[in-house]
């Protein structure tokens, strides 16, 4: 099981970018489709974006257009690049396998302030 760190969170105004980075334990990474993925109330979580092991990227309608998601397989790193950030964006961010297995993350605090 891979175990994977989430960072490059924290606060932000309205417009502003942020990228976060997700380090991965070990080298099954490169094998593995991935996501982030954010907290929504009632201790669920949402899709943000995914990529396969070939690289097609699919994002959620309210993040298309603003967000980017890509890896580095050389070192087991997941990114997200967040532009234009809204005060909607705001929530705890995770990374894992698409489809989700294995325990989660600490995650990484995003905060947008209008």
């Known amino acids: 099981q891979v175990q994977l760190a989430e960072s490059g969170g924290g606060l932000v105004q309205a417009g502003g970018s942020l990228r976060l980075s997700c380090a991965a334990s070990s080298s099954i990474f490169s094998g593995l489709a991935m996501g982030w993925y954010r907290q929504l109330p009632g201790n669920r979580r949402e899709l943000v974006a995914s990529?396969?092991?070939?690289?097609?990227?699919n994002y959620a309608d309210s993040v298309e257009g603003r967000f980017s998601i890509a890896r580095d397989n050389n070192n087991n790193t997941l990114y997200l690049q967040m532009n234009s950030l809204k005060p909607e964006d705001t929530s705890v961010y995770y990374c894992?396998?698409?489809?989700?297995?294995?325990?989660w993350g600490q995650g990484t605090q995003v905060t947008v302030s209008s």
């Open positions: 990529l396969t092991r070939s690289g097609a990227a």
């Open positions: 894992a396998p698409w489809p989700p297995v294995g325990d």
